[in-house]
């Protein structure tokens, strides 16, 4: 069993990595914020492998705050590490503002002057990270992180507010501090020969770039492309994006065109890998009768019974396959077939159906021609 403090544990940072730390059935967890009795700390700081402090001021009331906050309670924990005689490893988690000379800036370097001092004396081991702006689930809004806030205000179909769209910024994901920070649980720490850490990726963004991202982001629902996945700080954006959705806002109806076969609606659209669609088929009801150049498809019965049939548009060779939902089995539909799919059930039939690109009026490649 590892025994970890975390210090700053009900903070943005502080909850992701104690939810991930909880994961771990050999860890014994001690999370410390600043309404905890010192006497958790007391008794954390002698029995812990590892601390993560996390601790920390940066948008107080008062601008002396800054001192109390960062450089003074890193002396407080740093003493009772030293009173208790252990000498755990100890990552701290400081900002690229240490850099700068303002009074968080200054406060910050303070503390990582504080923690090397303790190293080079303890011969304990010792992690700076110097993190940019931090993006992620829990993150509190109008507080310190743009990213933060215009999620929030996307997620609540609320203006955003950009005064320089060209102004860039360098962010990094929660999920990646989270990741680096637990894999110091792994490691020797024989030889630490750098203090001072950076956590990759960092992601250098404009405001006005996120700004249409999470613009696009709100649309999604109303049938607009989902992000290109492809792209990690896409997808990572778009995680926090939900993250701040109320749970009212989680649920959502899609377009259903209704007719006399039933219904159908799009599920999802991509930019790069086509669309979903979803069909409900009355029973002796038969769909499509069409054919493709160039575009593809995939079927899946979900759910009751049917015949997918195919007639090649150069030989005039027919063929078919009848498929149950129970089997979930997968049909692909290549180009130069018209093909069609009949409900060959007594209930609805419901059809899970993808296309490699996302339906274009204007050039349909779509031919009708009965199978």
């Known amino acids: 069993m590892t ?39 007391e008794d954390a700081v002698g029995k812990a492998v590892v601390i993560f402090h996390l601790a920390g001021i940066n948008r107080p009331e008062k601008v002396e705050d800054f001192e109390v906050g960062n450089h003074g309670f890193t002396i407080t924990l740093l003493d009772l590490i030293k009173k208790s ?33 303790f190293g080079q004396e303890s011969g304990a081991p010792v992690y700076i990270y110097r993190l940019a702006n931090v993006f992620g689930k829990w993150c509190r809004p109008f507080y310190n992180s743009v990213i933060a806030t215009f999620c929030h205000q996307a997620a609540h179909n609320q203006p955003l507010r950009v005064d320089d769209p060209t102004k860039e910024i360098d962010f990094i994901y929660i999920d990646d501090i989270v990741r680096e920070l637990s894999s110091l649980l792994q490691k020797d720490h024989k030889t630490v020969p750098d203090k001072l850490y950076s956590i990759q990726p960092v992601y250098k963004k404009s405001l006005g770039d996120i700004s249409k991202l999470l613009d696009r982001f709100s649309k999604v629902k109303f049938g607009e492309p989902l992000p290109d996945f492809s792209d990690e700080f896409q ?15 989680l649920v959502y109806s899609a377009d259903k065109k209704s007719d006399n076969r039933g219904y159908l609606y799009e599920l999802l659209k991509t930019d790069t890998a086509g669309q979903i669609f979803v069909s409900r088929t009355l029973s002796g009801i038969t769909r499509g009768n069409h054919y493709h150049d160039s575009k593809v498809e995939k079927f899946c019965v979900v759910d009751g019974s049917a015949r997918i049939s195919f007639r090649s548009m150069i030989s005039g060779e027919i063929f078919f396959f009848d498929v149950e939902g129970t089997e979930c089995k997968v049909v692909d539909i290549p180009p130069g077939f018209t093909h069609n799919i009949k409900n060959t059930g007594t209930h609805d039939l419901l059809t899970l159906f993808w296309v490699n690109e996302v339906f274009n009026a204007d050039k349909p490649d779509t031919y009708f021609s009965e199978v």
């Open 3 to 41: 025994t970890v403090l975390v210090t700053g544990a009900k903070g943005f940072i502080g909850k992701n990595l104690c939810l991930a730390l909880k994961r771990d059935p050999d860890i014994s967890l001690f999370e410390y914020d600043v309404d905890s009795e010192i006497s958790i700390l």
């Open 85 to 117: 005689g252990n000498k755990p490893v100890i990552a701290i988690t400081s900002s690229t503002q240490a850099l700068l000379d303002n009074p968080y800036g200054a406060s910050k370097r303070l503390a990582e002057n504080e923690i090397c001092a």
């Open 235 to 249: 997808k990572k954006l778009y995680s926090t994006y939900l993250s701040y959705l109320e749970k009212s806002s």
